[in-house]
């Protein structure tokens, strides 16, 4: 069987962007920090590659959906720290409802599936 006609086997990087703007609802967060939170929400297998995921937060930046500052404490090295945006919660909006009416179909499919087997 062809990897691509496997279930679930899609781009491991589908959901990172809904899953850094979710990492920063509760609080602002480092890259490094980001990362150990996007494991939870269970989109990514394995760990996330570091280079990715900063990759999506320079672009998400540049499209003003979240903003960063270097965090300079008085020891250890400087960290960049990132803050979602209103307009990073407005598009975080977008993709629930997108999951949602995902789940919606999912579950319908599945119920029908039941039906015609029971």
Known sequence: MSQKNIPGSGRQER???ASILLG???A????YEL???MQKFGFLEGSAPPGMIYRHLRQMEEDNLVRS??????????KRI??????????LELWIHFMQARAD??????DMYKKTTA
């Open 28 to 31: 602002p967060s480092y890259g």
């Open 24 to 26: 920063l609802v509760p």
């Open 35 to 37: 990362i150990t939170k």
């Open 105 to 110: 179909k999912l579950n319908h499919f599945i």
């Open 69 to 78: 500052e270097w965090e300079m404490p008085e020891t250890g090295a400087a």
């Open 15 to 17: 959901y990172v962007q």
């Open 82 to 91: 990132y803050t979602l945006t209103e307009e990073g919660r407005q598009v």
